[in-house]
Every structure is written in C-alpha cells, then in structure tokens.
C-alpha cells in the first residue's frame, strides 16, 4: 500500500476512496441478505 508511506492530505484520498468503496459493498451484502431472508 503505497498511500502509507505518504504523509498529508495525498494519504487521505486513497484510504478514504477504498474505506467508501469497503461501505457500499457492505451496504449491498446486506441487502442482498435482508432480500434472501424473506
């Protein structure tokens, strides 16, 4: 993870961008599941 080795705000895009991306794929799963559920 090259993001890490930097120190700013340039660290911050790229770990918050995948920590968006992690959200929605969790938000999607869920209702994936909810739908299977019923």
Known sequence: HPWIKR???A???PIG???LSR???FRAM???K???LK
């Open 30 to 32: 869920n209702k994936l």
């Open 17 to 19: 961008s995948a920590v």
């Open 23 to 25: 959200m929605k794929q």
């Open 7 to 9: 120190d700013g705000v």
């Open 34 to 36: 909810k739908l299977a």
């Open 11 to 13: 660290s911050d895009k």
